[in-house]
């Protein structure tokens, strides 16, 4: 099971750190993503990052902005996101596979939280 947190209103440039804690203990050998889906859009991609958490990578969108990390001893991935746009608008979901290394498409997980919604006012 992922719950994520970290979720709320905040203005354009500002920052929030979402967090997604693992009831399990496999976590720490599992890919952990992050996606977001706007109303009447799909869920797209934010960034992902490997078991070790040697790899990452990121939407061209979010790059530079955005930093995926995770604490295996902790059970917990985090996503911190600094200069907020209003696009970045959407609800958040973080999601885990033990099955890959690092996974852009959301069919590529098979663990999914209830999702935080971020808001970024202009």
């Known amino acids: 099971q992922l719950v994520e947190s970290g979720g709320g209103l905040v203005q354009a440039g500002g920052s929030l750190r979402l967090s997604c804690a693992a009831s399990?203990?496999?976590?720490?050998?599992?890919?952990v993503g992050w996606f977001r889906q706007a109303p009447g859009k799909e869920r797209d991609f934010v960034a992902t990052?490997?078991?070790?958490?040697?790899?990452?990578s990121y939407a061209e969108s979010v790059k530079g902005r955005f930093t995926i990390s995770r604490n295996n001893a902790e059970s917990t991935a985090y996503l911190q996101m600094s200069s907020l746009e209003p696009d970045d608008t959407a609800v958040y979901y973080c999601?885990?596979?033990?099955?890959?290394?690092?996974?852009?498409?959301?069919?590529?997980?098979?663990?999914w939280g209830q999702g935080t919604q971020v808001t970024v006012s202009s």
């Open positions: 999601a885990a596979s033990e099955s890959i290394d690092t996974g852009t498409d959301p069919g590529q997980y098979n663990y």
């Open positions: 399990s203990g496999a976590f720490s050998t599992a890919a």
């Open positions: 990052i490997s078991w070790g958490g040697r790899t990452t």
